[in-house]
């Protein structure tokens, strides 16, 4: 998405208790980058793997459909640094992914039950995570303060129907100030006018690059593609989380500050 390369993916299965890793097929020793907040190296707004010198990014939507559908052993086999972006949404892995079927291991999936509240604020964007008996319910604030958009907010029982259903086909966006900004650092090349939005500053919202009117998958899509990213950027706890979350204008480098806690929780 960032850097427009184009890369190959192989998912292959992986044996119980392995977990979720990524191997650089391209580099010398093909090196293996485990996605877990161990492995996280923050840039530019954007938070990428690292492990020793081998560097995987782009992840999110990728993690978010592992969490989606309950995957917890895979290995990722990539010939490059980014994933593919596919169609700027989740749906373009939980299709491959459903395709390609699962398979149960046997073994007992790591639950991080939420019994005291977690916090985690960086200036006016907050998570709350909060003790809750169902499973997981998420909900997110989308807040501009007064520019681009009204504020938004979806709410969402975790299920991986309601998963696939309501959130997997939400693209992502950017606001129009940055896409300048993203350009000169000779980022967004892989944006196309069908995997992003452009949201400008008078609330109208175009493809990228021919500037016509966007034709949305849900009115709401861009909040809940901000669901999206958290249940990808939380995923690398690398547990199921039985809690409610509530964010408020948070981003990838906040949403893995949870993570990271709930890592040092466990
Ligand atoms: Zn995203």
Redesign the pocket.
Known sequence: MFRGENTILHLKPAPLNSGISFVRVDLPGRPRIPAHVHSLANNYRRIFLKHNDAEVECI??LMASLAGLGIDNIEIEINGREVPAGDGSAQFFVDILKKAGTVDLGGTKRVFVVKNSITVESGNANIMAVPYEKGLSLSYTLDFQGSFLQQQTFDIEFTEESFCKEIAPAR?FGLSTFIEEFRQLGLGKGVTDDNSIIVHKDGTMTKPHSMKPAELRFPNELVR?KI??LIGDLYLANVVIQGRIVATRSGHSLNARLAEKIVNLA
């Open positions: 999110e939507h992502t593609h999206l990213d």
